[in-house]
Structures are given as structure tokens and as C-alpha cells.
């Protein structure tokens, strides 16, 4: 039997680790003919993402699974599409198919709270870095009881800070806003 890859592409600014786990369990549980891998993105610096899932078809095994947790799972899903026959597969986990509201999609951030973090990421980049990571972690709106120290020595445990390529306002955060 062939070798199967399964790419783990990771959500907006926490980068692989948190998939750690869930690629070490599915290396445990599935068939040795099936590889895991997490990858971290190549330097997405475009404010377009046609270019960014160009950037992945190129950079990723051509006949891979591709699964994606929150904007990996909205990119994988895209380059799923861009692929066609290519995709063996797509697992989208916590993505949405619409990164803002829309008319008939309100299952997303509205336009204020998007701009809202944009502001923010502008006044307070670390701070609001800091707060997306909380949000992240808690998962939506579910405490799951991550006091502060908790917090803290995940977050030194897995180096989690901003992806420096994108200094203070990511392109995911600039194009989308745009598309309002």
C-alpha cells in the first residue's frame, strides 16, 4: 500500500504546536501507510490569498490529505479547490466557511468586531495577540478552565508569538475586511 500524507495546516497566528497532539495521535491510531505532518506557512506576505494558496500548492505534497484547524481549515479547503482531482482529501476542523458576516452566512465575525481587532492589533499588537491566544484556547465562548499561570506556561511551552512576517496586521486580517 501506498503512503498517504495527511497535511496539518494551522489557524492564523498560534502556528503548528497546538496540532501537535492531534498529529501524534492520528500517527498512533492510523495505518502505518499514512504520514502526519504539521507544517508552519512559508512567508505569506501578500494581501492576496490566491497567492497564498498558490504559495501551499507549491510548497505541499501534491497528493496529500489536507486538513486545516480555523484559517488552515478556510486555506485548505481553498487549495482543496484550487487542486481539484489533486486533493486526495479535505478535513476543515473549527472553519468557517466565511470569515465575516454576510448577507445570508451570520456565522461569522461581524465587520465591527474585525475591525475592531484590526484596531487593535495597530494600538496593541502584543495585547491583542495575547487576547486572540486566550480566545483561541478557551475555544468559543466554553470556559475550559485555563487559569492565568495555566496560560502562561502553555504559551512559553510552545514559544507562541505573532508571525513576524506579518508585523502588526496580518494579510488574512487586511484582505478579509476588504471583502465586507
Same mark, same amino acid.
Given at each position: 500500500?501506498?503512503?498517504? !500524507?495527511?497535511? +496539518? ?8 504546536? $497546538? ?10 491510531r +492510523? ?25 501551499l ?34 478535513? /476543515? +476542523? /473549527? /472553519? ?13 465575525? !461581524? ?9 487593535? +492589533? ?5 495585547? !491583542?495577540?495575547?487576547?486572540?491566544? &486566550? ?7 466554553? &470556559?475550559v ?8 506556561r502553555?504559551? &512559553? ?12 496586521? $496580518?494579510?488574512?486580517?487586511?484582505? &478579509?475586511?476588504?471583502?465586507?
Amino acid at each position: 500500500m501506498s503512503v498517504q !500524507t495527511i497535511v +496539518l495546516l494551522p489557524g492564523w497566528a498560534l502556528g503548528s504546536a $497546538p496540532l501537535a497532539p492531534l498529529a501524534e495521535a492520528l500517527h498512533r491510531r +492510523l495505518p502505518a501507510c499514512y504520514r502526519v505532518e504539521c507544517i508552519d506557512y512559508p512567508g505569506l506576505t501578500s494581501h492576496r490569498p490566491e497567492s497564498w494558496v498558490a504559495a501551499l500548492d507549491h510548497a505541499l505534497p501534491q497528493d496529500a490529505w489536507l486538513a486545516g484547524w480555523s484559517l488552515g481549515g478556510m486555506l485548505a479547503t481553498s487549495l482543496a479547490q484550487w487542486r481539484g482531482r489533486r486533493a486526495r482529501g479535505l478535513i /476543515a +476542523l /473549527a /472553519a468557517n466557511a466565511s470569515f465575516v458576516t454576510r448577507s445570508g452566512w451570520p456565522q461569522a465575525m !461581524t465587520g465591527e468586531a474585525l475591525e475592531d481587532f484590526r484596531c487593535g +492589533l495597530r494600538a496593541s499588537p502584543t495585547r !491583542t495577540f495575547k487576547r486572540f491566544s &486566550r480566545l483561541s484556547a478557551q475555544g468559543g465562548g466554553i &470556559r475550559v478552565g485555563w487559569g492565568g499561570s495555566c496560560w502562561r506556561r502553555w504559551r &512559553r511551552r510552545h514559544s507562541i508569538r505573532p508571525w513576524p512576517d506579518w508585523g502588526c496586521c $496580518p494579510p488574512s486580517i487586511c484582505v &478579509r475586511s476588504r471583502q465586507r
